[in-house]
């Protein structure tokens, strides 16, 4: 596909390549979010040399990965060997793939973390919010389990496919009515004044990863211990797990005061609640009956 056009979130992506004869490649975690439609961000991807620019000024590092650099006006993102240079909505821009990148096959052009970036980045523009959370669809509602790494979130979603095989092996109708969004990255945005949880490509552990959404019910908040308990919290407590839950751009204060207003307003219109929880079936009764 010499235009490769992805739909995460009700956000739709166009990367196209100058070379018409060039044929983008996918994993198979981005498949189920290949979509057609008016792109909301469109990017030109180029192989060869990349541009020397100068830097004016390093924005953010993330130590190992990635950089964030202005440069006349416009956002420079450096990943090894590839570079981005973007408008400033981020929504428009080339990037530059040299050949001793491993993606210089035409593999995903925007392979991790570039598209992680960009998306935090558009989100943090009045879109919504990127955690770090297992999402399910159960019965039409939106069921956030967040935590950071090691919390548990691949480990739930584990016991709902556990749960979803189980029902299915036995022809049980509740099991179409349960779908996993993902096991590790999911999105949030407010559509028609409504809260709606999004699956992302971006899998965990558990390798779960779909495009469907879900309108939000509940927000649970990770923490595996020798018992299953629930606890709702305060707002104030609430937003202060949401942001250390979520990706928020620390180099962009505009956008920094966005996700914090929107991690509020969150916390004030979605019941959230801390689950300690045992690594077994017994917890999704738990969560089923609150």
């Not at 981020?90 to 993606?103: A, K, V």
């Not at 584990?158 to 779908?179: A, F, G, Q, V, Y």
Request: proline share 6%.
């Amino acid at each position: 596909m010499n235009e490769l056009k992805l739909k995460i979130a009700r956000i739709v992506l166009s990367v196209t390549s100058p070379d018409k004869s060039i044929e983008f490649k996918v994993n198979d975690n981005y498949l189920p979010f290949i979509a057609d439609g008016q792109p909301d961000a469109a990017l030109q991807v180029h192989y060869g040399s990349l541009p020397k620019l100068k830097l004016e000024e390093e924005i953010f590092n993330s130590g190992t990965i990635w950089s964030l650099h202005r440069s006349k006006g416009k956002y420079v993102i450096k990943i090894h060997s590839r570079m981005a240079v973007l408008n400033s909505d981020f929504r428009s821009g080339n990037i530059y793939i040299e050949p001793s990148s491993p993606l210089f096959d035409h593999s995903y052009p925007l392979d991790y973390p570039l598209d992680e970036v960009l998306m935090i980045n558009w989100l943090s523009r009045g879109l919504g919010i990127m955690m770090h959370a297992c999402g399910v669809s159960h019965n039409g509602r939106g069921i956030i389990f967040a935590g950071t790494s090691g919390a548990g979130k691949s480990t739930v979603a584990d016991i709902w496919k556990t749960r979803i095989s189980r029902l299915k092996s036995h022809s049980m109708e509740p099991s179409k009515n349960t779908i996993l969004l993902s096991d590790d990255r999911i999105i949030i945005r407010k559509i028609d004044g409504r809260f709606f949880v999004f699956g992302t490509p971006w899998h965990g552990d558990s390798k779960v990863c779909s495009p469907e959404d879900a309108p939000l019910d509940k927000i649970f908040f990770l923490q595996q211990a020798r018992e299953n308990k629930v606890k709702k919290i305060d707002v104030i407590k609430a937003v202060s797990r949401l942001i250390v839950c979520s990706f928020p751009p620390f180099w962009d204060k505009k956008g920094m005061e966005f996700t914090l207003n929107y991690c509020t307003e969150l916390a004030q219109r979605i019941p959230c609640y801390e689950l300690e929880f045992v690594p077994d079936k017994r917890v999704l009764d738990l969560v089923r009956s609150i």
